[in-house]
């Protein structure tokens, strides 16, 4: 296979406002040196919109700091139009906009409050400033709410004040850092017509970091990080062009797709599988179209249609050369113990439930239902209140009103007992930094009334199941994004849970982990386990087998995956991707909860 | 457009010297006023901190005794006696209370409704009247040790006079009459605590603002993520500690005036010195308290952590080794040696002095020059640790 990207990768011209020489930068945490980024060469042209690819510890933040002057490289020289960043940075930061990950809005001050406080840093005459914000409230939609907090508006309008605070002054070049993680796909598509009006209009360069791999296609040139290492750089097409011939749909009748997708990842020659709609995304590692029969004999009727190859085959392939995908399931699991498969009885219940915070709704009269064995994703933004839902079944938050009830207990009544069959791995993964990977378990198993040989043995076939054996000794805080997310799954799942919490589990980490991941939750889910999980990522609510589309408090849309999509189905979008049908919902019940 | 040219572009719209330095330094200070006075903890750290400290130290903390309930047990009766009792009654540190017996006397004593017993025996008179002169029996509560020593010591006091006037009016042996100690007190004649204890509140307020809510709103900025969008701006370093140093300055000097304020109109804390003495050095502080405050910050850029070190470092001392409470005097040696250390140390002393006794120049000069050195040190080092880098 050839090298994807390699093939453009031309030298700098004096047409590069970014240009990167040899650049390395260390970060020594504990005793352990740290690389972000390792002999870098790179550039971006000017006058389009390149793209910064790669997952959380890519390199992509520390990157970006650095060409904005605030790092200081260790090795290497890093020219922004035509200053060195490093020496001259006042002078540099003068030509340049840059929009850090948390926006850097003061959230005491309005709207026009901050935009007027960035016109004054960025010395702004007073006489250019009423078009220019006038200019930028139109392009951005926030004309309305000048006066008003910026802790007050949603994360979408955040976004889009923060970057028209860069932009008060229209900078040569743009830097933004992961500037739609977490925000919704509406406010998503908006920043990106945005993006793309400033580099035409105004000929600005832009250099735009994400861990969403689908906004790859959306950039001029993309430049793929991984673990402070440059893959590659090009145009996107670059990138996929050679994975040409190796892509296919596939789909079995009668078959579920994440059984279906799980057995082929463990086929030979098989370089990826993943869930795409109604079917099956397979990746090969030749191009010789595979026999049907020869890959999975034991599926009937498949049918297999060669498709388009998009950016995200290409990353998995070249991350894949260096590091194969881990899917241990077939050995005896202590979950498997208590479990028996899916049934109709429904092991969670909500009625009614509402949770103000002061005179906010943060969740408004919910009502679902999961059944047993189940896999229900709750998808959303930011701020839709997917996080208050999970805390109040977790009987971490009681509700304000409405009735709850997990595993049969009534949550307002005995939240202690509900908890004994739950497993909980929050958002930022709850573990203790500072204690080892066996401590961790220990632990956890003990704070679930595990002791002795049974704390042992499932301790034992954490490390196992989890392939933490390697790093059992290893401080968790010391571990990769990936790996912890590995831990705090093995700690949720100690004490044998009958349903299992995911709360943003897939955040940051790269597209193996992910895969690995939703592997192991297909075989809990297989042996009787409920999962319920909330994500932002639209494409893994293709995995849930139901989901509740969310939205400022309120639930959109309830069903399965297809029934979802199917609602957004027009004559322009004859098969709606579940952003496409996520995007629909909300445009459609904009207008309700606006006046409600 | 060449490199060179961005070059150009961008010196000449960004360098302008003093007048675009101006613009931002207006942008920084406005955000920060607004900030101070949306966020309630800021207001409740700059003026209702203050108030509620002075209101406690002002009514609620007195050092000294005055009408404490004293039992009285007077085994028997006599002229004599009552002449001395009725000393008592006369004084404004009791207010006697005659018990029936020791028994009863102990047991108001147990409930603490009593802070001490006189006990006059059978034999008060006669032995009175012998060569030895009479005993009295003082029994004092010990819980509060400071409190026992004085209730002691105006006993004492109270017995002395007594005798030396009962042997002036019986006229005898006039040769034999006590050398008379008269007392004068300087500085704070009528002996109220609270006269020193006011002036030198303000240093605790002030460290209170200086140091604390400073360290805490800049570690913020850094904790909300604001500070890294700040600094890829073109402002330069002096700039945001310019608009960190203005707004608390004016704050902590806010903080001052109402102080100051509250000491002479509701305290009656009398104000010898001048205030001018009294502003600048309190400037002079505030220097030194915000040069710790920022320092604190960069170093630890959370939040939660400024705020305890702050604590730790600036607040605590000021309230225990600045001369504030406790007489840096009577401390032991090594400790003594701590609070030239502390700021607030020259502070109180210039506080207490400019209020009670005066613009004594020996005192005032060589305090304020120790503030001076402090605040050239802390802001310095600031100054130099603060970097345009997020590292």
Known sequence: ?596 | MTPENVKKTARTSGGLPGGGGKMRLRGLLRKEFLQILRDPSSIAIAFLMPVLLLLLFGYGVSLNAKHVPLGIVVDNPNADTSSFIGSFRQSSYFSPVVMPGMRQAVTAMESGDIEGILHLREDFSRQLRGPEGAPIQVIVDGTDANNARQISGYVQDAWSKWLGLRSIARGSAMNNIPVQTEQRIWFNSELRSRDFLVPGLIAVIMTLIGALLTAMVMAREWERGTMEALLATPVEKREILLGKIIPYFTLGLGGMTLSVTMSFFLFRVPLIGSLFVLFVAASLFLFASLGMGLLISIISKNQFVAGQVAIIVTFLPAFILSGFIFDIRSMPLPIRFVTHLIAASYFVAILQTVFLAGDIWQVILPNALALVIMSAIFLGISTRKFRKRLE
């Open chain 1, 1 to 596: 296979m050839p090298g994807p990207g390699q093939s453009m990768h031309t030298v700098a011209t004096e047409d590069s406002v970014i240009i990167l020489e040899g650049v390395s930068k260390y970060f020594v945490t504990g005793k352990r040196k740290i690389a972000a980024l390792q002999n870098v060469d790179m550039f971006v042209r000017r006058g389009i919109i390149t793209g910064l690819i790669g997952p959380d510890g890519a390199g992509k933040t520390t990157l970006m700091r650095m060409s904005t002057g605030l790092l200081a490289p260790d090795a290497g020289k890093i020219t922004i139009l035509g200053i060195d960043a490093t020496s001259d940075s006042l002078l540099m930061e003068a030509s340049i906009g840059y929009m850090p990950q948390r926006f850097g809005l003061y959230e005491d001050l309005t709207v026009m409050e901050n935009m007027k406080l960035y016109a004054d840093l960025h010395e702004v005459p007073e006489e250019l400033r009423p078009p220019r914000f006038e200019e930028l409230l139109h392009m951005t939609g926030l004309g309305p709410f000048i006066s008003r907090l910026a802790g007050r508006l949603s994360g979408g309008m955040k976004q889009k004040l923060g970057l028209a605070c860069t932009l008060v002054r229209p900078p040569q070049l743009l830097l933004l850092d992961e500037p739609t993680v977490g925000v919704d796909p509406v406010s998503r598509r908006e920043l990106w017509s945005i993006v793309y009006r400033l580099v035409r209009e105004e000929g600005m360069s832009v250099l735009l970091s994400t861990a969403y791999l689908d906004e790859a296609e959306r950039c001029n040139d993309v430049i793929l990080f991984h673990e402070g290492r440059l893959l590659g750089q090009g145009p996107p097409e670059s990138f996929s062009e050679p994975m040409q011939g190796h892509t296919y749909s596939v789909s079995v009748p009668g078959m579920k797709n994440r059984v279906l997708q799980g057995d082929l990842l463990r086929c030979p020659d098989v370089t990826d599988a993943v869930v795409q709609g109604d079917r099956v995304r397979l990746v090969m590692e030749g191009t010789v179209p595979p026999e049907p029969a020869a890959l999975l004999p034991s599926a009937k009727n498949m049918s297999l249609t060669p498709v388009r190859p998009r950016f995200e085959d290409a990353f998995i392939s070249i991350l894949r050369r260096s590091r194969p995908v881990s899917l241990k399931t077939a050995d005896e699991g202590i979950v498997t113990a208590a479990h028996t498969g899916t049934s109709d009885d429904h092991i969670i219940e909500v009625k009614n439930v509402q949770r103000k915070f002061g005179d906010f709704y943060a969740v408004k009269r919910i009502t679902f239902s999961v059944k047993k064995g189940e896999v229900f994703g709750l998808l959303g933004a930011n701020g839709a209140g997917k996080s208050t839902t999970f805390r109040m079944l977790c009987g971490l938050l009681p509700p304000s009103a409405g009735n709850l009830s997990v595993a049969g207990v009534d949550l307002r009544k005995a939240p202690a007992a509900a908890r004994a069959h739950i497993g909980y791995m929050s958002q930022k993964f709850s573990l203790y930094g500072n204690l080892s990977v066996r401590e961790n378990l220990r632990f956890f198993g003990s704070t679930y009334g595990l002791s002795g040989r049974t704390l042992r043995e499932n301790i034992q076939w954490a490390l196992e199941r989890f392939d933490l054996g390697d790093h059992e000794e290893i401080t968790s805080a010391e571990l990769p994004l990936g790996h912890k997310q590995r831990l705090a799954m093995a700690c949720a799942l100690m004490h044998n849970p009958d349903i299992l919490f995911l709360d943003e589990p897939t955040s940051g980490v790269d597209p193996i982990a992910r895969r690995e991941f939703w592997h192991r939750i297909n075989t809990l889910a297989e042996r009787g386990v409920t999962v319920m999980v909330t994500t932002h990522f639209m494409e893994e609510a293709e995995y849930c087998d139901s989901l509740a589309v969310m939205s400022a408090g309120e639930i959109l849309a309830l069903g399965t995956p297809a029934e979802i999509k199917a609602k957004a189905v027009s004559a322009d979008l004859p098969e709606p991707t579940m952003e496409d049908a996520f995007i629909s919902l909300i445009s459609d019940n904009a207008p309700a909860q606006k006046t409600s």
